[in-house]
């Protein structure tokens, strides 16, 4: 079977594509012919070393696919040859055919196309555990999204959109915020030219937002939590600004608020029955047409360096998937 391989930490130009042995279900694991596997910008670093998780070599890029059960290994109940899944790898999934653990697989609407069901795990997960889980967000409550033009704020908009909450998707420029309107943002606040806390207060009234799901960090950080309502929760989901912020710890006292990380990956791999109810709850909201992720491009296996290539260039402003059917 094909797969692509990076085979030296030199960056998405060092993977090539090259026959490997077929591989094998083992126990309580299956084997998943692959149709599409999304690329995220954590690929650009895994294959120069710099992500966090460092794969031994050679290893494949792209940590979420989707296709069909081709073969199950001992003791696999709940699904058969032939379902359509998706499931969150980690890395690896640039390949015709991967195992996965059968407790990691979730099965796709028969409406939802492989494309856009293995481009919704990274995103829209992690989107979903934020808010849900960790955010504990209700219908009617206000939830600023910090970076809400990136990939993750613009499906965390989406995901608390469907959740019921009034959503400020907040960007560094008019034209970025355009594109959170056009996903439902019930206002537009563009921080960088604005005073962030004195807008986020008067947009509620003075009272401040319930929820910050905050992807940029930096000097936005800081401001945000000023903003928070009586007990709110302002969620640590990433760093796009470069800089970790520190906060006076007395505003979360004074607010009687919550600072709380989201570490999706993490929580995936210490509790993968909540994950996949989760995910179930986000294809089946895409089955409804509650949410609309975008895929900008599709690829095939051979030319998955320039596929990844568009990432690291910073040209993305949708999901890239390699196809593989």
């Given at each position: ?126 989107a979903i555990h934020g808010l849900k889980d960790r955010g ?190």
């Open positions: 079977m094909k797969a692509a391989l990076c085979k030296s930490l030199d960056g998405p130009e060092a993977v090539v594509v090259e026959e490997i042995p077929e591989p094998a279900a083992g126990a309580g694991e299956v084997v998943v012919r692959v149709h599409a596997a999304a690329l995220n910008f954590f690929d650009t670093l895994i294959t120069r070393g710099k992500y966090q998780t460092k794969p031994a070599l050679p290893f494949s890029p792209s940590g979420e696919i989707a296709g069909v059960v081709e073969s199950l290994g001992a003791g696999v109940t709940g699904v058969s040859v032939g379902d359509r899944v998706a499931a969150a790898l980690g890395y690896g999934g640039a390949r015709e055919k991967v195992v996965v653990s059968a407790e990691s697989l979730i099965p796709v609407p028969d409406s939802v196309s492989d494309e856009v069901a293995s481009a919704v795990s990274v995103t829209f997960g992690t504990r967000v209700k219908a009617g409550e206000t939830v600023a999204i910090l970076g809400a033009s990136g990939g993750a704020g613009q499906a965390a908009i989406e995901i608390a959109k469907a959740m019921g909450a009034r959503v400020i998707a907040a960007a560094a420029s008019d034209d970025k915020l355009e594109v959170c309107r056009a996903l439902g943002a019930d206002d537009l606040v563009n921080y960088d030219a604005v005073d962030l806390k004195e807008t986020l207060k008067a947009l509620t009234g003075g009272r401040g937002v319930d929820v910050v799901y905050d992807c940029v960090g930096g000097k936005y950080a800081e401001p945000a939590v000023r903003a928070l309502a009586w007990q709110g929760r302002f969620l640590v989901v990433g760093f796009a600004a470069g800089d970790i912020p520190k906060l006076p710890l007395n505003l979360l006292m004074l607010k009687g608020a919550d600072a709380i990380g989201v570490f999706w990956g993490e929580a995936v791999k210490r509790d993968p029955a909540g994950h996949r109810a989760n995910m179930i709850d986000v294809l089946r909201w895409v089955s409804e047409g509650k949410l609309a992720p975008r895929i900008q491009a599709t690829y095939p296996l051979a030319e998955i360096r320039e596929a990844i290539g568009v990432i690291d260039r910073r040209e993305a402003a949708g999901k890239i998937v390699v196809t593989l059917r």
